[in-house]
């Protein structure tokens, strides 16, 4: 859209839908929750009818500024109800498309181990590198964005790819083979078998879950095999009978679903596998991180 070009609000809305899963998925990976990802991304589009739209050369990078500004202020307010966050926090998880895990870069964008790596970044240095690292917007544009000079948001960028750099993990995109590994974590946690459990845990596999002191989750993370499988085999006990299992692709993982026999949904558990092993478990069982948990989402960069 030029300037000088005739719109209308039909225009307006089919601009701003064509670049919702980018804005979506840009707000997402700043704050590592749907709902305030979906509020900011909302937000953006009530300033976006407020504009003239004729006079944006460019929507697509007006709206990423608009969105990533919302974004930076929304994850300022977020970092700090966080800090008083009862147990583990864990983000809030997104069912994606079977062919996400084929762009492996936004694969790995939205897997659980790397936001909580960007987690442990200050706002700025998040946004930087989400936009220049994911995004491959250049130093110029993101200064402008996050409005800080050139040689600044380079530092940033510096620091943030350092830190990153020193805590990803290696990141395996869902597969059949992680599939086929999760069919014999599966019978062997319902069986009780032990030795089959051990042999499909990694050692330093961690088990992290989430109940926002809303229901009943460890408050702390179980690692080690040994561990981890007791934890697992004492919680399939436990709801044997009482839960019902299906599988799902969450943020570019597989994940296993346990509903209650009335339906509803208690748990989201992401599975990350690396070298045929499980290295980490994900639940998320606070309510209010399950609210839009079934819808699928698009995701773009």
């Given at each position: 859209?030029?300037a000088?070009?005739?719109s ?12 919702r899963?980018l ?11 749907a709902a ?7 937000d953006?589009?009530?300033r976006?009818r ?5 006079q ?6 007006y709206?990423?500024q608009?969105?990533?500004?919302q974004?930076?202020n ?10 008083e ?8 998880p997104?069912r994606?498309e ?6 492996v870069?936004?694969a790995?964008s ?7 790596v960007?987690e442990?970044?200050g706002?700025t240095e998040?946004?930087?590198f ?7 917007h250049?130093m110029?544009e ?12 380079r ?5 943030a790819?350092a830190h ?20 014999t ?7 009780g ?5 051990m042999e499909?845990l ?7 879950s989430?109940?926002?002191?809303r229901?009943?989750a460890?408050?702390?993370p ?6 981890v ?6 919680l ?13 692709t ?11 026999l009335?339906?509803?949904l208690?748990t989201v558990?992401?599975i ?5 092993r499980?290295t980490?478990l994900y639940?998320?069982?606070?309510p ?14």
């Amino acid at each position: 859209m030029t300037a000088g070009t005739e719109s209308g609000p039909r225009d307006e809305v089919d601009a701003f839908d064509r670049l919702r899963p980018l804005l979506f998925t840009i707000a997402y990976e700043m704050l590592g929750s749907a709902a305030d990802a979906e509020d900011v991304v909302q937000d953006s589009y009530l300033r976006w009818r407020a504009t003239d739209p004729a006079q944006v050369r460019h929507p697509r990078a007006y709206l990423t500024q608009i969105v990533t500004r919302q974004a930076l202020n929304q994850l300022r307010t977020v970092r700090r109800r966080r800090e008083e966050y009862v147990g583990s926090w864990l983000p809030e998880p997104v069912r994606t498309e079977s062919d996400a895990s084929h762009d492996v870069l936004l694969a790995e964008s939205v897997s659980m181990a790397m936001l909580l790596v960007l987690e442990t970044l200050g706002p700025t240095e998040r946004a930087v590198f989400v936009l220049a690292e994911v995004f491959g917007h250049s130093m110029v544009e993101i200064a402008e964005m996050v409005g800080k000079s050139d040689a600044t948001v380079r530092q940033i960028a510096h620091r943030a790819r350092a830190h990153v750099r020193e805590r990803r993990k290696r990141f395996e995109p869902d597969s059949d083979t992680s599939r086929a590994v999760i069919g014999t974590f599966l019978r062997a946690a319902r069986t009780g078998d032990v030795a089959t459990l051990m042999e499909v845990l990694a050692p330093d596999v961690v088990q992290i879950s989430d109940g926002g002191g809303r229901v009943h989750a460890a408050r702390h993370p179980v690692v080690g095999a040994q561990r981890v499988a007791g934890y697992l085999l004492g919680l399939a006990r436990k709801l044997l009978g009482d839960m019902t299992v299906e599988l799902g692709t969450y943020n570019a993982l597989p994940a296993v679903l346990l509903r209650g026999l009335d339906g509803r949904l208690d748990t989201v558990e992401l599975i990350e596998i690396t070298g045929g092993r499980v290295t980490a478990l994900y639940a998320i069982r606070n309510p209010d991180k399950l609210h839009t948990a079934e819808l699928t989402r698009a995701l773009e960069r």
